[in-house]
């Protein structure tokens, strides 16, 4: 089931640029910054109430990301769900039908483990399940 949305992915082209502008337009404090190279994706959050924004930079050019804006531009990529248990909720989602592009969890960005069902399942908006590592 689904608890709250824990955040929403925006890919862009440069970090450092999308960070300055979005520290000024929501007046807001850059969270932090990792990078993920097994998705070949910088990432940087920002904390608006129970809510986080996250900025997607690719670090190569295979990267889903570095994909994502050759076809679509910038803008938003997806939008993540929290979770209290995602192998539970892949099970559940699968059984529903929904389409699935992880059917295992992996290591994702912010301490989580994630999965992404693909958009053709759901109208088009790629969706991410979050839970917290333990």
Do not use: W, Y
């Amino acid at each position: 089931m689904f608890r709250k949305i824990e955040h929403i992915g925006i890919a862009v082209k440069d970090l450092d640029s999308a960070n300055r502008m979005f520290a000024e337009l929501a007046s807001a404090e850059l969270l932090k910054v990792e990078e993920v190279e097994s998705e070949g994706v910088k990432t940087s959050f920002f904390k608006l109430g129970e809510t986080k924004i996250e900025f997607l930079e690719a670090t190569n050019t295979d990267s889903p990301i570095a994909k994502f804006i050759e076809k679509n531009g910038e803008g938003m990529h997806h939008i993540a769900f929290d979770v209290e248990d995602i192998h539970a909720e892949i099970n559940r989602l699968k059984d529903l039908g929904f389409q699935l592009i992880n059917e295992t969890p992996k290591e994702g960005a912010d301490n989580k483990i994630i999965a992404f069902l693909h958009p053709k399942s759901t109208n088009r908006v790629l969706i991410e399940l979050c839970q917290d590592k333990k």
